[in-house]
Antibody
Framework: QVHLQESGPGLVKPSQTLSLTCAVSGDSVNNGAFYWSWIRQPAGKGLEYIGRFSKTGSDYYNPSLEGRVTISADTSDSRFSLTLRSVIVADTAVYYC??????????????WGPGMLVTVSS | DIQMTQSPSSLSASVGDRVTITCRAGQTISIYLNWYQHIPGKAPKLLIYAASTLQRGVPSRFSGSGSGTDFTLTISSLQPEDFAIYYCQETFTNALTFGGGTTVEIK
C-alpha cells in the first residue's frame, strides 16, 4: 500500500518562499512508471493542479504558477518537494501531494496525502 | 483550460438511495475523465478513471459512464461511508482540471 504525507511550515509571510515535502512510503519517487504531483485547494474553492515531475519524464507546471514553482525529488528516493516563491495571500490553501499514473493516455491520481493547510499572512 | 461543470453542487439523500452526479466538459474529452471521493480531513480517493473503469478496491456500487462532453457518476445504493464530496477531473489536457465538486449530504 502506498502512503503519502505532506509536511512543512503552516504559516508563510507574503513575498517569502513556501517549501513543502511529501514523504512517500510503499513506493519510490525513482519509480519511472509514475509522476509525483502537487494539488491545492483554497478555502471555499475547487482543486487546482499545481504540477508534476518524474525522474524519467517531462515535468509540467500550471501556467498560472509557472516561474514561481518547482517540484523535485529530495536527496532520498522517498520524498519529493514543492517550492513556491514570492507567495501572496491568494496562495493560502490546503496543499496535497499525489502519485500520478497513466492508463492508455489517461492520467489518474491514485494515491493522495491527507493535505496540509498553508496560510500566507504577515 | 477546459471548464468542467458538475451538477448538482450539492444533494441530500438517504442510505439506500440511488445517486447520480453529472459532469460536463467545455469541449470534447473522449473518455479522459476521472472521479474522486473526498471526505474532508482525509486523502481524496480515486474511484473511477477513463470514464468507466473502477479503481481496484472500490465497491461495485460506484459506476461511471459517458464520453465526449457528458459524464455521470452513479452510486447504486448509498452507504453511510459515501457521504462526501465528489469531483470529476479531465485528463485530456496537461491542465488536468477538476470540476467544482458535488457534496452528498445525509437527508
Amino acid at each position: 500500500q502506498v502512503h503519502l504525507q505532506e509536511s512543512g511550515p503552516g504559516l508563510v509571510k507574503p513575498s517569502q518562499t513556501l517549501s513543502l515535502t511529501c514523504a512517500v512510503s510503499g513506493d519510490s519517487v525513482n519509480n519511472g512508471a509514475f509522476y509525483w504531483s502537487w494539488i491545492r485547494q483554497p478555502a471555499g474553492k475547487g482543486l487546482e493542479y499545481i504540477g508534476r515531475f518524474s525522474k524519467t519524464g517531462s515535468d509540467y507546471y500550471n501556467p498560472s504558477l509557472e516561474g514561481r514553482v518547482t517540484i523535485s525529488a529530495d536527496t532520498s528516493d522517498s520524498r519529493f518537494s514543492l517550492t513556491l516563491r514570492s507567495v501572496i495571500v491568494a496562495d493560502t490553501a490546503v496543499y496535497y501531494c499525489a502519485r500520478v499514473g497513466q492508463y492508455h493516455g489517461n492520467w489518474y491520481f491514485d494515491y493522495w496525502g491527507p493535505g496540509m493547510l498553508v496560510t500566507v499572512s504577515s | 483550460d477546459i471548464q468542467m461543470t458538475q451538477s448538482p453542487s450539492s444533494l441530500s439523500a438517504s442510505v439506500g438511495d440511488r445517486v447520480t452526479i453529472t459532469c460536463r466538459a467545455g469541449q470534447t474529452i473522449s473518455i479522459y475523465l476521472n472521479w474522486y471521493q473526498h471526505i474532508p480531513g482525509k486523502a481524496p480517493k480515486l474511484l473511477i478513471y477513463a470514464a468507466s473503469t473502477l479503481q481496484r478496491g472500490v465497491p461495485s456500487r460506484f459506476s461511471g459512464s459517458g464520453s465526449g462532453t457528458d459524464f455521470t457518476l452513479t452510486i447504486s445504493s448509498l452507504q453511510p461511508e459515501d457521504f462526501a464530496i465528489y469531483y470529476c477531473q479531465e485528463t485530456f489536457t496537461n491542465a488536468l482540471t477538476f470540476g467544482g465538486g458535488t457534496t452528498v449530504e445525509i437527508k
